[in-house]
Each structure stands twice: as structure tokens, then as C-alpha cells.
């Protein structure tokens, strides 16, 4: 990854949830860069500080308690980390934009597709009321919506879920965004329409370059449009580089694990034939609230475990593109 | 905003019982403040030959201890009950939404500092404050309606202030509200545009809840003497007061409690039917 064309870079970022005792460190330092017109993955299971490493990209960090407390986050060389709540909300949808899990809920019920788009829009474009309406009735269009016009009178709960998600990303296309970040866009869609999300997010970059941050636990969606991968794993990335490479040839025990533990079509699953059965990881993620960390942090589950995992927390180790914390000997990961 | 009012509207004047309790509501409201103009009827002349007579051509109502017409005083009444119902309800409201909509939505410190302002006073009880409230008016204005208003209202916008806070409180973490955020929308704007329109259901529900409770109220306050002469309240209480088994003077008590008890239910369908017509998701 060239540095030169990266449009986020986050480097060493730690954002803690300060209460009484030691604080939750959700981030604990995480360096990632999202390449201009590409797409790039962060995956992990749940509670390893996916969604609090994006609300801390947008300054959205839940206060009173959580904070950043250092590291940088620079949006096409500008640090968002010293904006102010003013200056960020101009950033908010306007240069980074957002889209969630559930189009069900994402949308306020009581406003017509029409306003909520609109009103994005004139916030930010500074648009009057028509002129809103028409781009918005351009963006509808242009996610696939059929029949923009007739549509964007309707209220939420007259569109489908895939439709709802459609309208989601035409909101947060509205004022063309340097950088999306899709926070497990498809996880509540079936299918069918999660492969037409995908390629659809896939079309944007394709045809805006535009930058995508892609958060999900889903390893098949990640393959699909992917051309970077993050792994992170409680609060820290444990291997990153280049999709096809990483899945190809995991570096990590955890990542070699997480594929393991997914059934693929073109294999069948459960025939007790070595690696192709399916395996879960065993134990469970270690607490984010015991303080810093002295070993590495998979270690606990990790099939490869030895005294130098134990003594002191592997550092990244960055060769030709891909990275990787672990003192494992890559032929041990076959 | 006019599409959405617009199409409610056309929700609201197809729910029959909301209609029927908009025209019924209507019409005494306007038999309450037209009517005794029209005809020039006196609620104060006493007439010590006409003691509590029964309904009759010449008093509709009958008449009452003193001999005063009891439909005059019934009209006349209503003025005030509808009035006070009215005022202290817009009242608690306008204090009460945009008191809990602001603790709920800033959460935190502030959140904690209004709550335990509405508390402190939810610790008081009502009637000393609204005693306490009154007292802070002359003692002529005292028997104005505007003081009973105010004092009212401002008792009862605390339970509206924790009513809208807890939805609030739920809407805030809603995702359409975070979506808002990420767009980069300012807390005004989520409030007033995002958060409002989904507690103007239970805002409109537990209004019109209010209404007759503060009616209650201001005739339980004349009775102290501290409220506006002559209610529907107030003339309730006088005909529960002279229920005997020896001699009836049943119209006393029947046509204020049929006046007020008409207004209740007519307020409540059409309370009921306006949270219906608000919410979009109802079908057309």
C-alpha cells in the first residue's frame, strides 16, 4: 500500500471508555489506511472495536466516558482528531458518510424518503427546497431505485428492506463523500440483495473512485469486494494486507482460525477430512478492562501458543505489503 | 411538513368516532360562550321564589339554592372548565416537551440537573404549589382566570417533562437518529425534526389526559376558595353536596357531570384519532 494515495489514515489510535477502575480499551491502537477508489475491509467478531474505531473517525465517540485518547486520524492529510464539534459536523456527511446495519431502523418513520434525503442535501449543499429534491431524486436513481420520482413520496415502512438500504446510501451519497464507511451494510439483508448492495458499492467506486471503509464480520463479503483486509481482534489489528493474499495465505493464527471456522459452499463442511471440517475457536475473547496488555492478546486461544506469546505482545511486523502481530514461523500456519 | 399534515388530516376526517367527538366537543364549546350572549342569560340573578326547581320550560336546568338559572351557570362554567382545561394544558405541554426533549437528548449532567429539578418539585405536593403559586399574584388577580392557568400548568408540565424525556431517551439511540448525526446534523435539528414527531403520539395522548385532570383540579382549587367562580367543577361539588335520600335536587349534579363527562370523551376519541392521523404508518 502506497502511503502516498491514502485518503484515511489512522495511525496508533486509541479510543478508551473511561469509568471507575481500568478503562475499556476498545481501540488500543489501531493503524489502518483506507487507498483512494478502493475498498477496504475491517473485519472481526463482535466487540472487537470495529464500530468504536468508525464513531471515532467521525468524532462520534459516546461521551462522557469514551474518548480518544491519542493517536491520529487524518482525512486527506487534515487531522479530524483537533476539529472541533462544528467543524466535524461539516465533515459529517458531507465528506465522510455513513451507512448502517439495519435500513429498518435507520430511517426516521415519520419522514418521507423525500425530506430525510432533502434535508441532508440543504444542509450540506446548501440547496432550496426543489433543487434538494431533484438531487436527491438523482441520487434514488442512481442506487437502483426504479421509479425515483414515484418512490421518494413514499415513508420507510412502504419500501422494502433492500429498497430502505438503497435510500440509505443514495443519503449518504448526496453530497458525494470522499469516504463511506459501511457498518455492516449487509448484515440484515438476504442474499440476493446483499449481493446487489455489494456490486452496487462496488459500481460507486468504480465510477466516483470513491473510498470505502467496509466494517463486517463476514469473510464472504469481505473476498467479494475487498482489495485490503483488516483483522482486528480485540481492540487491535492482528493482520492486515492484501485480500486475496490474506485469505489466501492467512499469516495469523486468528485469521487462519476465522476462515476455519466459516463453511464455504465449494467444500463440504462437517466430513471429518482434516481441514476441511469446520472448527469454532475455543475460549472467549479476553476482557478489554484488565489494562495493557503484556502478551499477545490471542494467545489464551491459539493453537501455536509458546513462551515468546506470553512474555510480551508481539509487535507488527510488515513485509511486502502485509502485516502481522505474531512470532509464529509462517510454515507453521498450513 | 404540508404533505404529511395534509394527509393526516384527510386520516383524521375518515375516523368517524375522532369526527363525532370534534363536532360534539364543538358544539359546546360554542354553546358555552355564544349561547348566553344570545339569549342573555344570567348565571348570578338570584330569585329567592325560585328555589331549587326542577327542569321545566322556563329553566331548562332548573334552578339551584338561590334561585339562579342552572343552564345559565352550566354555560357560563363551562367557559372557565374548557378555558382552564385548555391553557394549562398547552402550558404543560409547550414547558413540558421542550424540558424533557432537552434533559433526554443532552443526557449526562444536564440530563441530571433537570430531572432533579422536576423531582424536587414531584416531592412538593401539588396543591401547596400550586397554593405557593397563587400566592405570588395579587390578591385581585387571584380570581382571575390567568393565575389558575399558570398555576396548573406548571404542575402539570413535570409529568409531561418525564413522560417525554424517557422517549427520548429511547429515540436518541435509535439509528435513524445516529444516521441523522452522521449527516451532520445539529441537536436542534435532530430535536425539532427527528426526535419531536416521534413523542407527538404519546405527547397528544397523555394531553388529552390532562385536560380533564386539570379541570378536576381547578374545582377541587375552588373549592378552597382559590379558584375561578363559577366551573363545572365547582357546580359538581355543590350537587354532590346536597345528594340526600330525603329531598333529590339530582339536575344540580346530573347536567354539570354530563357537560364534563361529554368533554372527556370527546377529547379522548379525538385524542385518540389524531395520534392515529399523525402516525404515517397508519393506512389511508
Keep these: 500500500m502506497n502511503r502516498d494515495d491514502a485518503l484515511l489514515e489512522i495511525d496508533d489510535l486509541h479510543t478508551h471508555f473511561v469509568g471507575e477502575g481500568e478503562p475499556v480499551r476498545a481501540v488500543d491502537g489501531v493503524s489502518l489506511r483506507v487507498a483512494r477508489g478502493a475498498i477496504t475491509g475491517l473485519v472481526g467478531e463482535s466487540g472487537s472495536g470495529k464500530s468504536v474505531l468508525s464513531l471515532s473517525v467521525l468524532g462520534l465517540v459516546p461521551p462522557p466516558t469514551g474518548r480518544i485518547v491519542s493517536g491520529r486520524i487524518r482525512l486527506g492529510g487534515r487531522d479530524l482528531t483537533s476539529l472541533s464539534q462544528k467543524e466535524l459536523r461539516h465533515v459529517r456527511g458531507n465528506r465522510v458518510a455513513m451507512i448502517f446495519q439495519d435500513p429498518m431502523t435507520s430511517l426516521n418513520p415519520y419522514l418521507r424518503i423525500e425530506e430525510q434525503l432533502g434535508e441532508v442535501a440543504r444542509l450540506h449543499l446548501g440547496l432550496s427546497r426543489a433543487a434538494a429534491r431533484d438531487r436527491a431524486v438523482e441520487m434514488l436513481d442512481r442506487v437502483g431505485i426504479p421509479d425515483p420520482a414515484q418512490r421518494i413520496r413514499a415513508h420507510p415502512h412502504e419500501l422494502s428492506g433492500g429498497m430502505r438500504q438503497r435510500a440509505m446510501i443514495a443519503m449518504a451519497l448526496l453530497c458525494e463523500p470522499e469516504l463511506l464507511i459501511a457498518d455492516e451494510p449487509t448484515t440484515a439483508l438476504d442474499v440476493t440483495i446483499q449481493a446487489q448492495i455489494l456490486e452496487l458499492l462496488a459500481g460507486l467506486r468504480d465510477e466516483r473512485g470513491m473510498s470505502i471503509l467496509l466494517i463486517t464480520h463476514d469473510l464472504a463479503v469481505v473476498s467479494a469486494v475487498c482489495e485490503n483486509v483488516y483483522v482486528m481482534y480485540a481492540g487491535r489489528i492482528l493482520e492486515q494486507g492484501p485480500t486475496r493474499e490474506v485469505f489466501k495465505t492467512p499469516a495469523h493464527p486468528y485469521t487462519l482460525a476465522l476462515l476455519r471456522s466459516v463453511p464455504r459452499v465449494d467444500r463440504r463442511a462437517g466430513v471429518a477430512s482434516g481441514s476441511h471440517l469446520l472448527k469454532s475457536i475455543e475460549g472467549l475473547p479476553p476482557r478489554l478492562d484488565a489494562g495493557p496488555f503484556q502478551a499477545c492478546r490471542f494467545a489464551p486461544r491459539c493453537d501455536l501458543v509458546r513462551d515468546a506469546c506470553t512474555r510480551a505482545e508481539p509487535t507488527l511486523e510488515l513485509r511486502e505489503g502485509r502485516g502481522r502481530r505474531c512470532v509464529a514461523e509462517p510454515d507453521e500456519l498450513r | ?284
Excluded at chain 2, 452522521?182 to 430535536?191: D, E, N, R, T
Design chain 2, 1 to 284: 411538513m404540508s404533505a404529511p399534515a395534509a394527509n393526516g388530516w384527510v386520516r383524521l376526517r375518515r375516523n368517524r368516532a375522532a369526527l363525532a367527538g370534534a363536532a360534539v366537543l364543538a358544539a359546546i364549546t360554542g354553546l358555552c360562550f355564544v349561547a348566553p350572549l344570545l339569549f342573555g342569560l344570567d348565571p348570578h340573578t338570584t330569585d329567592p321564589a325560585a328555589r331549587h326547581l326542577g327542569p321545566s320550560g322556563a329553566h331548562w336546568f332548573g334552578t339551584d339554592a338561590l334561585g339562579r338559572d342552572y343552564l345559565s351557570r352550566c354555560l357560563v362554567g363551562g367557559r372557565t372548565s374548557l378555558l382552564v382545561g385548555l391553557a394549562a394544558t398547552v402550558t404543560s405541554v409547550l414547558v413540558g416537551v421542550v424540558w424533557g426533549a432537552v434533559a433526554g437528548y443532552s443526557g449526562g449532567r444536564v440530563d441530571e440537573v433537570m430531572m432533579r429539578f422536576v423531582d424536587f418539585f414531584y416531592g412538593i405536593p401539588y396543591m401547596f404549589l400550586v397554593i405557593l403559586i397563587m400566592l405570588l399574584f395579587s390578591e385581585t388577580a387571584r380570581g382571575e382566570p390567568l393565575p389558575v392557568f399558570l398555576a396548573l400548568g406548571l404542575v402539570q408540565w413535570l409529568t409531561m417533562a418525564r413522560i417525554v424525556r424517557g422517549q427520548v431517551l429511547t429515540l436518541r439511540e435509535r439509528e435513524f437518529v445516529q444516521a441523522a448525526i452522521v449527516s451532520g446534523a445539529g441537536p436542534v435539528h435532530i430535536i425539532v425534526r427527528h426526535i419531536l414527531p416521534n413523542v407527538v403520539n404519546v405527547v397528544v395522548v397523555y394531553a388529552t389526559l390532562t385536560v380533564p385532570a386539570v379541570i378536576i383540579l381547578e374545582s377541587f382549587l375552588s373549592f378552597l376558595g382559590l379558584g375561578v367562580k363559577l366551573s363545572w367543577g365547582q357546580l359538581v361539588a355543590e350537587g354532590v353536596a346536597v345528594v340526600n335520600p330525603i329531598q333529590s335536587y339530582w339536575w344540580l349534579l346530573f347536567w354539570p357531570s354530563l357537560l364534563l363527562g361529554a368533554t372527556l370523551l370527546c377529547l379522548n376519541f379525538l385524542g385518540d384519532g389524531l395520534r392515529d392521523a399523525l402516525d404515517p404508518r397508519t393506512r389511508t
